[in-house]
């Protein structure tokens, strides 16, 4: 359950004389995640994870640091997303003598646990909270990666990104620029949780990834799984950009694969196909991953089947307009999903740019399936948001046209 950080109260109890003795943090190397589940019982049974140690070192575009390439002795072990966070903020912290983590309540292991036992591990002088302020957040990022360090900020929640807009758009967006690309603050990266949890309501479940579009000097960056997860952070992390990386909060628990332990990176702005089709493109990121899935399954089933093909794109900005384009030349159908609202958001963007470079392939008009354009109701937050059956009837309307 999330808790209203601005809004709760902690009540007051009587402390035991009793000190306890301290006790060794155990890393996730030693740790089983939870169960899988979560908030969003369809991913537990998603064959998009990658349920066993070949499948997870087969994945597509995976990158080994050049000392450690050696394939056959990799292992991986089960983590959800919250971990294998956390496994590749301890990565970076080992590796990187600069690198610090900071944000509200990261020493303690921030609500999500996602920076748990970082601080005992690494000492409290490089994991470290901060006050309840983002702008001061993104500020100090923004001055510490211009001297020189690895910065990695976390905001509490997506939602309250947007005291730090400025800082992010005006400052860290246009650093480089600004100083003639003889400054750089590309060792930013700010990592929030983002999208609907469920019960999160207006202030807990929003996707603001759209704002930052007109951005050009950051990238965002969205993972859809455990795997993904921390292959793209590392990327993010050493990337020459600032880069704002949105992790899908309802994933920390729900999505749980096999990870490799070893460090690796995936690829920046390149989308992955995750499911081949010929009859139409669907396009998505974060969590409606899912739900797409479920609705091609839907489709699927009785036969005769429609082969939808399915892409996650990963990196919002700058996005990879060549495989959706490609793609869309193959199927002459394109359907984007995202949770956010219609007016302004990102699939506004990508449907302008590929009616601009595919139109007269195009056999019906690009659709999208978003959220409403009203704030995230607590109570119906679940019907604001595209479901499996809501994408299956955008589908077959795209299909008929």
Known sequence: MITLKRFSRVPLTRKSS?????????????????????????????????????????????????????????????????????????????????????GEDVAFG??????????????????????LTEQGIAGFGIGLASMGHTAIAEIQFADYIFPAFDQIVNEAA????????????????????????????????????????????????????????KGLLLASIRDPNPVLFMEPKILYRSAVEQVPVDDFNLPLSRAETLMPGSDLTLLTWGTPVYHCESAISLLRSPPPALEPLLIDLRTILPWDIETIVESVKRTRR?????????TGGVGAEIAAE????????????????????????????????????????????????
């Open 110 to 131: 921030g609500v999500f646990r996602c920076t748990m036992g970082l601080a005992e591990e690494f000492g409290r002088e490089r994991v470290f909270n901060t006050p």
């Open 18 to 102: 009793h000190v306890q003795p301290p006790r060794r943090w155990q890393t996730t190397a030693a740790a089983e995640p939870p169960p899988a589940g979560g908030h969003l019982s369809t991913v537990a049974s998603s064959q998009l994870l990658r349920a066993t140690r070949d499948a997870a070192l087969r994945t597509p575009g995976i990158a080994w640091p050049a000392e450690d390439d050696v394939i056959g002795s990799r292992e991986t072990r089960k983590m959800n997303m919250y971990q294998a966070v956390r496994d590749a903020l301890s990565i970076v912290l080992a590796k990187d003598d600069t690198a610090v983590v900071f």
């Open 334 to 342: 394109l359907v984007i999903v995202h949770e956010a609202g219609m």
């Open 174 to 229: 246009k650093y480089r620029y600004r100083a003639g690309g003889q400054f750089s603050i590309g060792g930013l990266t700010i990592r929030t949780p983002t999208m609907a949890v469920g019960h999160g309501g207006l202030y807990h479940s929003q996707s603001p990834e759209g704002f930052f579009l007109g951005a050009s000097g950051i990238k965002i960056v969205i993972p859809r799984s455990p795997l993904q997860c």
């Open 354 to 401: 590929v009616q601009k470079r595919a139109f007269l392939r195009l056999e019906a008009p690009i659709r999208r399936i978003t959220g409403w354009d009203v704030p995230a109701a607590l109570q119906y937050e679940k019907f604001n948001m595209p479901d499996p059956i809501r994408i299956l009837d955008g589908i077959m309307e795209t299909l008929t046209y």
